[in-house]
């Protein structure tokens, strides 16, 4: 059973709000990791001993990682929400291409 017009309606605006939720997520995730990379903390903010244990180096490791990270969700995010909005657009020309087809034979 084919699905009803409202019901064809409710889908593709369910796959448009989706993606935007994920566009949301991206910008989150982008505005995150614009703040991780703007946290320097060097040698001078940790102790004397703290930094000759190395700590101010793993400090910059652990950063590094959390930017990569964050970036890497931000543009996993926008590829979801492409994915979705070419998802829903592509229904949408298909299920109007079809429409279209049925009143021409008719």
């Known amino acids: 059973m084919a699905p009803t ?5 409710v889908a593709l605006q369910a796959l448009r709000n989706d993606a935007d939720k994920w566009e949301q997520c991206s910008a989150d995730l982008g505005a995150a990791k614009g703040t ?41 995010s926008a590829n979801v929400a492409t994915a979705l909005r070419e998802s829903a657009q592509t229904y949408q020309q298909e299920e109007e291409s079809g429409v279209h ?5 008719w």
């Open 5 to 9: 017009p409202d019901q064809y309606q």
């Open 36 to 76: 991780a990379d703007g946290l320097d903390l060097a040698a001078l903010h940790f102790s004397y001993v703290a930094d000759k244990l190395g700590v101010t180096a793993l400090y910059q490791q652990f950063q590094t990682k959390m930017v990569g990270l964050l970036g890497e969700g931000q543009t996993m």
């Open 101 to 105: 087809r049925m009143n021409n034979v």
